[in-house]
């Protein structure tokens, strides 16, 4: 290491906190590495519900926390607006439900203050009748419903800009590269071993500031410093519809009172969660057929039709939750901690655990405010409400993109939603043949969006692909299109016929490890057969 | 919990129970001064508030057609029965352009009615009902006031009959 000028800050984790605080920190002056032991979001962020919501929930406990929370909404509302579709809310109250009709408008009633921080709309009562008209599969018992919005977003492609936009400001990105241990002198941490998990190699890099963006292996991480520190990690399983089955998003109650949300989103549905205290390896999550089941009969009570869906696959997240809230009275409100290892003999590392998605941004900026603190820095102002995230500067027209370079308007309109302003500059950097291919029929990806992001997007392998682009998402599961898209990275980074079949082989069978839950009827056969078919073509 | 938490949760409690109180007496003079008109007052509302983002009503004939549509498993071969028209490939339309109920209107400038839809059902290994998933889109995006597509030849195509499902209410709002 000798020689080798350290980083000021080396952020471990690149899920949305990471990937947040990454970003921040960079537009604050700071020499970052941000490195990631798999892809960017393939952690708990990967398996959200991929919603920014203005936490209408701490209003019983703290009206400040959800006017923060709004505020933050909107600030990623207008640094992304490209990335965030609205997400409409019926709220069914059926007869005998904990919160009523009044007592459940009385809280939207408050939360209508602070919707317009995130360019929410104020809630709708409606009747029964009403309710029934905009949804007529709702459960017809009910005795009216209330409406209220919040914000879906493709939370890998939120990851992904802000790991851009942090590298735009100079930080480096290291995806695929596992931090396997961290280097101590006299009470600080000074460095990070790392490990390739691509070819295997090891590095030792100086540090000034470690920030632990681990999410549910935080406690892992702080092990390496010698620092202790206990998670409650939660287990959460979601279904995945490979289409929107409703229009409208619905608030559910399973048995035990819990919960639950279906989400028309994007261009699929996700329906959970479950919430079971969970102390494995958050990388080897199962979905089980009870898991299945709980969350198919809490959505039956209010959609009785739920079983004639078919679901496209399952997956699982484990929550980051702090075991001890107590230590920490303050943030019992937020639901995060910005914690300081200095006075557990770890000077230099600095921990953020908890939260949530919707105040990533919130959460890097009060990290950073803790890291220049750590480095001896002067403070310096945050700027990430300001700058919009790559794509996210301008609005763009659809129906002119499609028609000035000669692509289909849902070819146009995805691109548009994935990359914003920048769809254009894609568009133009493609050979024109590679703007109307289409690599993936579902979602649809062309060849063109497939060989910027292998080229632009640190695509490293297969399944990063399909976070960055969705490629493989839709109802082939990747049989149709994992094949094509290998060819470009193969052709991209030079890979050999058999480097290329073992990617696709790999990543068809993590699409495939969630499905024996959710399998079911006579598509269960088809698909098996076809699978079988796939695979023994190897290359069709 | 220390104070300071507890207080907080005080002042939330309590000012939820402000609210609560005004809430009451509201609705209860809204009852004396209205009958009936909550229906058509909620549902104009919402279609105020989320009609430009296409989040309207589903008839009670899409509500039980759109199970059916998600039965497509993309294998494709109902691209074999039924020749393509331009972009559109049979397969396209369970697969990929009817995922998401607001976005149907990127299908208004495509020739969905030079296929032959009943050809492209009658192969289909899990009984996707292409020829109404057609009729879907096109009273959809009639009722959103989105043009529909121009028709390539005045005689009609086989395959392009309207829905089978019962027909769909009037819209919601005028
Ligand atoms: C089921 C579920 C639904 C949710 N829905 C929502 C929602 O709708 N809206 C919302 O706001 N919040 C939601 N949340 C909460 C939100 O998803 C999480 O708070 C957030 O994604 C956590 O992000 P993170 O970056 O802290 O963790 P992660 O996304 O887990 O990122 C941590 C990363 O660190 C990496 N890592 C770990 N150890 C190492 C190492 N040694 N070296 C290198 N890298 C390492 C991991 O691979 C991982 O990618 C949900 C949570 C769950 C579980
Ligand atoms: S044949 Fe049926 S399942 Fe196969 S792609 Fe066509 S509609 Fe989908």
């Avoid at chain 1, 459960?139 to 735009?168: C, F, I, K, Q, Y």
């Avoid at chain 2, 995006?141 to 009609?156: D, I, K, N």
């Amino acid at each position: 290491m000798p020689g080798t000028q350290p980083y000021d800050v080396v952020v471990v984790g690149g899920g949305i906190t990471g990937a947040g605080v990454a970003r921040d920190a960079a537009l604050r002056g700071l020499r970052v590495l941000l490195v990631e032991q798999r892809d960017l979001a393939s952690g708990t962020t990967w398996g959200s519900s991929g919603m920014i919501h203005g936490g209408i929930r701490y209003l019983e406990r703290d009206w400040e926390t959800t006017r923060i929370s709004c505020l933050d909404g909107g600030h990623i509302q207008r640094i992304a607006p490209n990335l965030l579709f609205p997400v409409v809310f019926l709220i069914p109250i059926l007869p005998g439900a904990k919160r009523g009709m009044e007592t459940t408008e009385v809280g939207l009633e408050a939360y209508d203050r602070y919707q317009p921080f995130k360019a929410g709309r104020p809630h709708v009562r409606l009747d029964r009748a009403a309710a029934l008209r905009l949804e007529p599969g709702l459960n017809p018992a009910l005795v009216g419903a209330l409406s209220m919005d919040e914000w879906g977003v493709d939370a890998a492609r939120l990851v992904t800009l802000n790991a851009l936009s942090a590298r735009e400001a100079g930080a480096e990105l290291r995806t695929w590269t596992e931090v396997v241990g961290l280097g101590r002198e006299g009470g600080a941490v000074r460095s990070v071993r790392l490990r390739s998990r691509l070819g295997g190699g090891e590095e030792t890099v100086a540090a000034r500031a470690v920030c632990n963006a681990t999410g549910p292996w935080a406690s892992e991480l702080c092990a390496m410093a010698g620092v202790r520190m206990r998670l409650r990690p939660a287990k959460g399983v979601h279904l995945i519809y490979d289409r929107r089955i409703t229009n409208v998003a619905l608030a559910l109650e399973a048995v035990d009172g819990r919960g639950l949300l279906l989400v028309p989103h994007a261009n699929a549905t996700i329906l959970g969660t479950t919430d079971d205290d969970y102390y494995g390896d958050p990388e080897q999550l199962e979905v089980t057929e009870d898991e299945v089941e709980y969350i198919l009969q809490a959505t039956e009570r209010v959609l009785p039709s739920i079983r004639t869906h078919r679901i496209a696959h399952a997956n699982a997240a484990v929550r980051p939750t702090l075991h001890e809230w107590r230590r920490y009275e303050d943030d019992l409100t937020r639901d995060y901690r910005v914690v300081d290892h200095r006075d557990d003999g770890a000077a230099g590392l600095v921990s953020i655990i908890g939260g949530k998605m919707s105040m990533f941004r919130k959460m890097a900026e009060d990290t950073v405010d803790v890291l220049l603190r750590v480095l001896g820095r002067p403070p310096v102002a945050c700027r990430t409400h300001l700058v919009p995230l790559p794509g996210g500067g301008s609005p763009v027209d659809v129906p002119e993109l499609a028609s000035r370079f000669g692509v289909p308007l849902a070819v146009a309109a995805r691109l548009a939603l994935r990359h914003g302003d920048g769809a254009e500059t894609l568009l133009e950097g493609a050979a024109a043949p590679e703007r109307q291919a289409v690599v993936c029929e579902c979602e649809p990806v062309t060849l063109a969006e497939v060989r910027h992001s292998v080229r632009h997007e640190q695509v490293e392998r297969l399944e990063d692909l399909y976070r960055r682009t969705r490629c493989t998402g839709g109802a082939c599961l990747g049989m149709r299109c994992a094949w094509p898209a290998a060819r470009v990275l193969a052709q991209e980074r030079g890979w050999s016929q058999r480097r290329t079949e073992e990617e696709v082989r790999d990543f068809l069978d993590s699409r495939w490890r969630d499905r024996p839950a959710v399998l079911q009827g006579a598509a269960a056969a088809q698909e098996e057969l076809y699978r079988g078919a796939m695979c023994a073509m190897g290359d069709v | 919990m220390s104070e300071r938490p507890r207080l907080r949760r005080a002042a939330a409690l309590s000012r939820l129970g402000a609210l609560y109180g005004r809430h009451l007496a509201r609705r209860g003079a809204l009852r004396l001064t209205r009958h009936g008109a909550d229906t058509e007052a909620g549902l104009r509302r919402f279609d105020e508030l989320y009609g430009p983002a296409r989040i309207t009503a589903l008839s009670a004939g899409e509500r039980e057609q759109l199970g059916a549509h998600g039965r497509c498993v993309a294998c494709g071969l109902c691209g074999f029965a039924a020749p393509r028209a331009g972009y559109v490939r049979p397969e396209r339309l369970p697969s990929q352009l009817t995922r998401s109920l607001p976005d149907l209107w990127v299908t208004r400038d495509l020739p969905l009615d030079a296929v032959d839809w009943r050809a492209a059902a009658a192969v289909c290994p899990t009984g996707v009902p292409l020829p109404a998933m057609r009729g879907f889109v096109r009273e959809r995006l009639a009722r959103e006031g989105v043009e529909p597509p121009v028709p390539r030849s005045s005689v009609p195509l086989p395959g392009t009959e309207p829905p089978t499902a019962p027909p769909a209410p009037p819209p919601v709002v005028g």
